[in-house]
Nanobody, 123 residues
Framework: QVQLVESGGRLVQAGASLRLSCAAS????????LGWFRQAPGKEREFVAH????????YYADSVKGRFTISRDNAKNTVYLQMNDLKPEDAAVYYC????????????????WGQGTQVTVSS
């Protein structure tokens, strides 16, 4: 079992930067690939970014590529999402999760979801 707790979300202005954190407890953190997802009101949960268990490989949704950076510190059992040049369309609840199935990056490929952290972007 892995428990994930997201933090760092808040209200920011468009163009600002924000770093989200996802702290893990439970089983060996470094054994897991992880991802960030987001869900805006009335919309489906969507993939944002993925990082391999070692941190060597990353993958991003086209909508955030070049603006967001995912990283991890296995010594601190934490994965981060650095978000730059935020846009109003980035506003959502952001979730981290463990990648369970190496088939794709759909929400059903992930599990052990955290409770989420709210990011609000004012224009």
């Amino acid at each position: 079992q892995v428990q994930l707790v997201e933090s760092g979300g808040r209200l920011v202005q468009a163009g600002a930067s924000l770093r989200l954190s996802c702290a893990a407890s439970g089983r060996t953190f470094s054994n897991y690939a992880l991802g960030w997802f987001r869900q805006a009101p009335g919309k489906e949960r969507e993939f944002v970014a993925h990082i391999s268990y070692s941190g060597t490989n990353t993958y991003y949704a086209d909508s955030v590529k070049g603006r967001f950076t995912i990283s991890r510190d296995n010594a601190k059992n934490t994965v981060y999402l650095q978000m730059n040049d935020l846009k109003p369309e980035d506003a959502a609840v952001y979730y981290c999760a463990v990648r369970l199935y190496a088939l794709g990056h759909k929400p059903t490929d992930y599990g052990y979801w955290g409770q989420g952290t709210q990011v609000t972007v004012s224009s």
